[in-house]
C-alpha cells in the first residue's frame, strides 16, 4: 500500500474511533444501567447510550472532546517499511481534524498557541513496540483531557505492596466526577517512573471483560465509593479495571494510574 492509502485507512480508522465505541465498552455501559439503583445515575446512564446511539446515525464524534492523538505502533521486526510511518500518522491527523472533523486540542504548553491541526512538538504523540513476524498495528487512542487530567502516579517502598490498592482507589476518590465517570481505570505496576504510566496508559487499551483477582478487588473498592455516573451519585463508578506489570528494581515499587473515561475510545488498523 502507498502512503496515501495508508493515510487514507488512517483517517477512517481515526473516524470510526471517534463515532463509535468498541463493542466492549458499550456492553459495559449496558450493564452499568442495569445494575445501578440511584435514579439520578441511571437517568445520566440513559443519556449516554442515548448519545452513543446518535453519534452513529448522525456521524458525528461521541464527544466534543475529540482528545489528544495517541498512536501506538507494533511494528514486525521482519517487517519492510514501504513508507514513513511517523509522517503518515501525523499527515492523517492533519486531515482527520478537517475531516472527521475533530477539535483542534494541541497547544504549546505555555505560550498556550494553539496548532490548528492537532500536530506540534511532540504531536501525535507514538509509541513503537517491537513484535515477532513482519505486522504492523497501529491502534489509535484519543485521550480527552477531563480523565487525563485526573492520572497520578507515585514511587511506594518495597515494602508497602499492601499500598497499591489504597494508592489507586485514593487517585480514583480524588477524581470524583471530573473524569466523566463512569470510568475505565488503567493502572501499571512496576518498571520505572515513565514506564510505569506507560503500563497505566496501554492498560486502557485492553478489553472490558474478565478480571483477575487483584482488577476485581479494585474493582469492587471504587464502586464502594458512590461517585456514580457524573459524580451524582449510585452503584456504578468504573466500567472496569485492567492492571499491567513490568518487573522493578529491588529499592522501588512505581504504581500508576491512568483513567478513562466512559467514553473509552479506541481504532486499529492492521497492515
Same mark, same amino acid.
Given at each position: 500500500?502507498? *502512503?496515501?492509502?495508508? &493515510? ?29 439503583? !440511584? ?23 461521541? @464527544?466534543?472532546?475529540? $482528545?489528544?492523538?495517541? *498512536?501506538? &505502533?507494533? /511494528? ?21 481534524? /478537517?475531516?472527521?472533523? /475533530?477539535? +483542534?486540542?494541541?497547544?504549546?504548553? /505555555? ?30 487512542? +484519543? ?7 485526573? #492520572? @497520578? ?10 499500598? &497499591?490498592?489504597?494508592?489507586? &482507589? ?9 473524569? @466523566?465517570? +463512569? ?9 520505572? *517512573? ?33 461517585? $456514580?455516573?457524573? $459524580? ?14 513490568? !518487573?522493578?528494581?529491588?529499592? #522501588? ?19
Amino acid at each position: 500500500m502507498d *502512503f496515501d492509502g495508508v &493515510v487514507e485507512k488512517l483517517v477512517e480508522t481515526i473516524r470510526r474511533a471517534q463515532l463509535s465505541l468498541p463493542d466492549d465498552v458499550k456492553a459495559a455501559i449496558v450493564r452499568a444501567h442495569a445494575a445501578e439503583s !440511584h435514579e439520578p445515575a441511571k437517568m445520566c446512564l440513559e443519556a449516554i447510550l442515548r448519545n452513543i446511539e446518535l453519534a452513529e446515525q448522525m456521524g458525528v464524534p461521541i @464527544c466534543q472532546d475529540t $482528545g489528544l492523538p495517541i *498512536f501506538f &505502533v507494533e /511494528l514486525g521486526r521482519e517487517r519492510v517499511l514501504e513508507i514513513d510511518v511517523e509522517r503518515a500518522i501525523v499527515e492523517a491527523v492533519r486531515r482527520a481534524t /478537517l475531516d472527521v472533523p /475533530l477539535r +483542534p486540542n494541541t497547544v504549546h504548553p /505555555l505560550t498556550r498557541e494553539n496548532a490548528r491541526d492537532n500536530t506540534g512538538t511532540g504531536m501525535p504523540e507514538i509509541k513503537y513496540h517491537l513484535t515477532e513476524g513482519d505486522g504492523l498495528r497501529i491502534t489509535y487512542m +484519543p485521550k480527552g483531557a477531563g480523565s487525563e487530567n485526573m #492520572s @497520578c502516579a507515585t514511587m511506594l517502598k518495597p515494602s508497602e505492596v499492601d499500598n &497499591v490498592e489504597r494508592f489507586v &482507589v485514593e487517585c480514583v476518590h480524588r477524581a470524583g466526577g471530573l473524569p @466523566c465517570p +463512569p470510568v475505565v481505570v488503567g493502572v501499571g505496576v512496576g518498571g520505572s *517512573f515513565d514506564g510505569c504510566a506507560l503500563l497505566a496508559k496501554r492498560a486502557l487499551l485492553e478489553p472490558i471483560g474478565t478480571m483477575d483477582e487483584l482488577e476485581h478487588s479494585l474493582y469492587r473498592k471504587i464502586n464502594a465509593l458512590g461517585i $456514580g455516573a457524573m $459524580g451524582l451519585g449510585g452503584d456504578i463508578t468504573a466500567l472496569g479495571v485492567r492492571v499491567m506489570y513490568a !518487573h522493578c528494581h529491588t529499592a #522501588s515499587l512505581p504504581v500508576a494510574v491512568n483513567i478513562g473515561c466512559w467514553a473509552n475510545r479506541r481504532g486499529t488498523l492492521e497492515l
